[in-house]
C-alpha cells in the first residue's frame, strides 16, 4: 500500500473522530483541503456511510452486525472505498472496509 493511501486513511479516520466529538467544524477546512490535494492528484475517496448494501457489491469488504436481510445499511466506514484516475481509466486501489446492519 502506498503513502498516499495509508494517508487518507488516515485523514478519514480523524474526520469520523472529530465528528464523533462535535469538534469537526473547528478541522473542516483543512481536512477538505488535504482532501483536495488528493483529488487533484486523481484519487477519488469515497465514504459510503448510511448506503445500501447488498452482497453485490464489490467496491466494498463488509462486516455483518446483526441478522442479514434484505434491507442492508452501511452503518461504520473503517476506510473508504479509493479509486485513482490513471492514464488507461480509473482504477479501484482499495476496497472500503465497512459495517453494515440490518435497518
Known sequence: MNNSILLINQLIEIKQKAEKENLYSKIERNVNRMLSIFEDEGYKIIVPLGEKYSETRTDCEANLVGKESTNMKI?????????????????????????????
Not at 452503518?75 to 446492519?101: A, R, S
Request: no cysteine.
Open 75 to 103: 452503518t461504520q466506514v473503517i476506510k473508504p472505498i479509493i479509486y485513482k484516475q490513471q492514464n488507461q481509466g480509473v482504477t479501484l486501489v482499495q476496497k472500503g472496509i465497512v459495517l453494515v446492519e440490518n435497518k
